[in-house]
């Protein structure tokens, strides 16, 4: 995620899968990464909550798996405008939502990253940032009102807000992946512990279990049921 306009410099480069990517961005590298995500064994009667979407990577995955459906949350401006360019072929099978994702609903500072990762956005403050205001929903609305199946999350450190939402996630959700963030001292030795073990007393057990330990500014962590 980024500032930057998506034509700063030059347009988006189409890659060999069909993707919308920048040049001199990250967005390639975040491509190939997504699909560990497929360990999630998406199957057609799925449907996909896609939290931190960026430009779709993991919600074209899914959909060209054969997924029945996706909604997708992206709030930067910048991001969103190429999730719609990277799933418009998907028809309504994609639904795109330009909110963050977040504990309770309204206005939120989305302090952005100005680099060529642009996934690094965060509703996490970041003094030496700029931010602009998002709005942001509740992941239990967002729950009730998709029934998904699958659940992914990747929103630099705001997965720690959901907690209390991601205690009791409902019945038909049978597969979570989250991307989760470890660089505050807090979140290695307190809330990533405590999110893992909220997943796993729901009866989810490890298929890519996370690396907590020193060393590791983030691990993703996935769990099927």
Known sequence: MTTESV???TSPAVNS??????PRSYDQRIWVESRQY???DPRP????LDVGANIGTVTHRFLTAGISRAIAFEPEAQNHRLLRLNTDRFGDRAVLRPEAIAATAGPRRLWTHNGRNHGLHSLVAHPRRRSVVVPAVPLGEVLDEY????LKIDIEGGEYELLPDLRRLPPQVRSVA???HLWQDGWRREHGPDLVAAIRAQGFRDVRPPRIGPGNPCSSAIWTR
């Open 7 to 9: 034509s700063d410099r």
């Open 17 to 22: 899968d069909g993707l919308h990517l920048r």
């Open 38 to 40: 497929l360990a999630m």
């Open 45 to 48: 009667s799925d449907v996909l």
């Open 147 to 150: 029934r998904p199946t699958l």
């Open 178 to 180: 989250i991307e989760l």
